[in-house]
């Protein structure tokens, strides 16, 4: 079994800065693709960083320039470095890993359970 865990959302003002972690954990033989989506009440979720295995890095044009995703194979983990907040940043965060699990047979996609960033005065 392979498990997502998300930590680091919190409320912060805007112009602050905040920082999310993911860990992946369990069965895992090597990992692809890593990334961010989030996802407000009422719409679709989005991509918001991604960054595959040999550091190429992607970013939604709504926060180029702000957010800086980076990984730890060594460690199975993912970050996002989310400066400069907006209040349109707020959402539940997602961490998305694509996997292949030891004795697996294929790749598969995998989801945290999401964390709350909040950007409010």
């Known amino acids: 079994q392979v498990q997502l865990v998300e930590s680091g959302g919190d409320l912060v003002q805007p112009g602050g800065s905040l920082g999310l972690s993911c860990t992946a954990s369990?069965?895992?033989?090597?990992?692809?693709?890593m990334g961010w989506y989030r996802q407000t009440p009422g719409k679709e979720r989005e991509l918001v960083a991604g960054?595959?295995?040999?550091?190429?890095?992607s970013y939604a044009d709504s926060v180029k320039g702000r957010f800086t995703i980076s990984r730890d194979d060594a460690k199975n983990m993912v970050f996002l470095q989310m400066n400069s907040l907006k209040p349109e940043d707020t959402a539940v965060y997602y961490c998305?890993?694509?996997?292949?699990?030891?004795?697996?047979?294929?790749?598969?996609?995998?989801w945290g359970q999401g964390t709350q960033v909040t950007v409010s005065s």
């Open positions: 369990g069965s895992i033989f090597r990992i692809n693709t």
């Open positions: 960054i595959i295995r040999d550091g190429t890095t």
């Open positions: 998305n890993a694509e996997i292949f699990r030891r004795g697996g047979s294929t790749w598969s996609n995998y």
